[in-house]
């Protein structure tokens, strides 16, 4: 049960770090990507597809 915390708490920390990383990067450039709970929880769940796929929606809604 610790292992399957753990890991659940590893994945929503580095999808934070990686979302506020890419948004301090691209934020000279323009583009925005919100850093909230529905962001975060998508690239936990599904790594770095997930947070290209918010990109993709992201230019496709604007």
Do not use: E, Q
């Amino acid at each position: 049960m610790k292992s399957k915390l753990g890991t659940i708490i590893k994945r929503i920390i580095f999808a934070f770090g990686m979302i506020y990383g890419i948004d301090v990067m691209l934020n000279h450039v323009g583009i925005y990507l919100p850093l909230n709970l529905l962001t975060i929880s998508i690239t936990a769940f599904l790594g770095v597809p997930g947070l290209l796929s918010l990109f993709a929606l992201l230019f496709i809604l604007t």
